[in-house]
């Protein structure tokens, strides 16, 4: 309903709105990377499908008030996100890990540890909203932003390990039902029409991150990683 009331407003003020959708469209994908064309593989009847769903819902009221009534839409499939201000709480992954390992916790790590997901700097992920919604030609089309550089949570947990020396290790708990194996976007769209890629890598833009969280927590101090491999656009 927020969607619609949102879109409403729009076509009466002949605004351009931007409909901040998510990977999750793709659900639990067997293409990588994925590109906007691909339709994704969610499981209607599982515990993330309200969310899944609730998107997908949402990208399909933009393009038919687009078509129908000429709203002046964008939608942006946003891939994970991360940087200072986070809340601590959201437990997104790169939160938990922070967090945790600057309380001297163990991190939690779910199944095996060798899925993977890709982290784009909260500032290359404004500067991508941004161009999508400077754009005169995109229209409806959705537009994948993200960092295409991909890690297995093995991969994270030892380069925050390695930034924050009071951590207590990790421990490896059941994976939750259905839980994405991968997640990396094919961001050629955004390229070709935004002229837009990410240039921040994982390594460097943790630093700040981890900071934040460590003056928030009024805990260890940082220092950064040394050895990890770079993710992102070259």
Not at 7 to 18: S, T
Request: negative net charge.
């Amino acid at each position: 309903m927020g969607a619609l009331n949102l879109l409403e407003l729009a076509a009466r003020k002949g605004a351009r709105v931007l409909q901040s959708s998510t990977s999750e469209v793709y659900g639990d994908p067997d293409v990588s990377p994925q590109n906007e064309d691909y339709r994704g593989l969610v499981n209607t009847m599982g515990p993330r499908s309200c969310y899944d769903e609730g998107k997908r819902a949402a990208e399909t009221l933009f393009h038919d008030m687009h078509e129908t009534r000429g709203v002046d839409v964008r939608v942006a499939r946003i891939f994970n996100t991360y940087g200072p201000r986070m809340d601590p709480e959201d437990g997104r992954v790169i939160s938990n890990f922070i967090v945790q390992a600057l309380k001297g916790e163990p991190m939690t790590i779910y199944g095996t540890g060798e899925q993977t997901r890709s982290f784009c700097y909260v500032d290359d992920m404004l500067d991508g909203l941004m161009a999508l919604m400077e754009c005169e030609t995109c229209g409806a089309m959705p537009v994948n932003l993200g960092n295409p550089g991909e890690f297995t949570m093995n991969e994270l947990a030892d380069l925050v390990q390695k930034m924050i020396p009071t951590h207590g290790g990790s421990v490896y708990c059941d994976l939750p039902k259905d839980d994405p194996r991968q997640r990396r976007p094919d961001i050629t769209r955004a390229k070709g029409l935004l002229n837009w890629a990410p240039k921040v890598t994982l390594r460097v833009g943790l630093v700040p991150t981890v900071a934040y969280f460590s003056k928030e927590l009024e805990l260890s101090q940082v220092r950064p990683a040394t050895g990890m491999v770079e993710g992102g656009a070259a």
